[in-house]
């Protein structure tokens, strides 16, 4: 499947997408293994959004501050630390934006659309 050229399309039904963009909105780094597990994602799941949030630009990988290469059990590694870009912080206050529109609405607006929107 190819991914849409607006990263908010994706993110509109991408939920686990979403979730990860907030999650990790706080401006602090985050260990991808503590994020997954806190988010509750299966492991896949939490590959390809992370995958899909740093193809838009979203979302940077790097190395964590201070760390240095060391074994690991497939041989050798580094601890990996991740942030949203500015570009990603614009993209989430479009969302909530968004959100909060939904909100305002939400006595108008059909079921699906509250869970979808306003259930995180």
């Not at 074994?71 to 500015?86: L, N």
Request: charged letters at 25%.
């Amino acid at each position: 499947m190819k991914l849409p050229d607006d990263p908010l399309e994706w993110l509109s039904y991408n939920h686990p997408g979403r979730e990860l963009l907030q999650a990790i909105s706080d401006g602090k780094e985050h260990a991808p293994l503590e994020l997954r597990k806190t988010c509750g994602m299966h492991p896949e799941t939490f590959r390809r959004a992370i995958h899909t949030l740093e193809l838009y630009g979203l979302l940077e990988v790097h190395a964590t501050e201070g760390e240095r290469l060391h074994r690991v059990p497939k041989g050798w590694g580094i601890q990996v630390s991740m942030e949203v870009t500015p570009q990603g912080r614009q993209v989430l206050s479009v969302l909530q934006g968004f959100v909060a529109v939904v909100r305002d609405h939400a006595r108008g607006l059909p079921k699906a659309t509250k869970e979808r929107w306003l259930t995180a």
